[in-house]
């Protein structure tokens, strides 16, 4: 496990950096703007508003109504340590990432002068006028109930492609959020280190021998009810 405890350390200093050094952040959204004409105009588009927000999280949603009724059918069997690690991680990363933004006031592209706004830019660690309305866009909240299916990759026995469907619903709601204005690159990529973050905590608690197995190519299948209770791999 000591590849991915690296891996999360060199993911925070990149995330540090981002909000130290804003050079790519308002590269990659000038790029957005000035592809859009000078203006946000897909702010409201109904492809990245109405499918890939307002859908996105309505999806998000239903997948954890899933997530609780796999729960509840499978509590008297030995995956039910699983099922109880997704249904409490994923909302973690949601609330987390949701309290995060409540509690650090960075605006949005779309509120910032350089990009049609109305408001001067404030870095994540320098002093905000009391005048100066907050805003709740850091870090990425709608970004993370799709990064917050990153925790599949240990409920799933760490098979190597178990990582995917929650990088995909990541970046596509994060991607969709930039395009309208919403959000910096340095925004998901916060989203994206606390979610990981989060499931492997989460699952050192959990799935403890999962966390420290090595990663899998095949399904593993879990013999009893003991070795489901301390993580161990079915013989």
Known sequence: MAK??????G?????????????????????WYGLEGGQWSLQNHWLVKGIFHEGGRHLTTLLYVVVLLGLALNWRKPARRNWLYLALTLPLVVLVVGTVKHLVPMDCPWNLMSFGGNRPFI???AQRPDTMPASLCFPAGH??????????YFALGKRRWSWLPGMLLGLSFGLAQ???GAHFLSHDLWTL?????????MARW????????????????????SALQTGAPAS
């Open 178 to 180: 930039q395009l309208r």
């Open 206 to 225: 959990l799935l403890p021998t999962t966390v420290a197995a090595p990663a899998r190519s095949a399904p593993v299948e879990i013999a009893d009810e």
């Open 4 to 9: 991915y405890s690296l891996a999360l350390i």
């Open 143 to 152: 970004a993370s109930s799709g990064y917050a299916w990153l925790a599949l």
């Open 193 to 201: 280190m606390l979610s990981l973050t989060l499931s492997w905590l």
């Open 123 to 125: 870095a994540l660690f």
């Open 11 to 31: 993911g925070w200093a990149l995330a540090l950096l981002l909000v130290i050094w804003h050079g790519p952040d308002f590269a990659l959204a000038h790029f």
